[in-house]
């Protein structure tokens, strides 16, 4: 069990370590970058919001993703 919490822990790092900017923990991101950091189109990352399968949250008419809503939805595929 420990293992896999190590192992988890290293997973998310590792996805931190990614951004370019540490500190893009707290911003949001928009759908583009939020597919890029998905490894998915931006047309399934949509589908996926339409389905409600991933956090949200729309400014005026835009759409944007915090890092712990990408991180929570990936979190929720492996289950």
């Given at each position: 069990?420990?293992?896999?919490l190590?192992l988890e822990?290293?997973?998310?790092n ?6 370019s ?9 928009n759908?583009?970058?939020a597919a890029?950091i ?21 400014i ?6 915090s890092?712990s809503d990408?991180?929570?939805f990936?979190e929720?595929?492996?289950?």
């Amino acid at each position: 069990m420990v293992e896999l919490l190590l192992l988890e822990i290293r997973n998310l790092n590792a996805k931190v370590s990614t951004l370019s900017n540490p500190l893009e923990t707290a911003k949001l991101f928009n759908e583009d970058r939020a597919a890029k950091i998905l490894d998915i189109s931006k047309s399934s990352l949509i589908t996926l919001r339409n389905e409600g399968k991933i956090h949200y949250r729309q400014i005026g008419k835009s759409i944007r993703y915090s890092l712990s809503d990408i991180l929570e939805f990936e979190e929720s595929c492996r289950k």
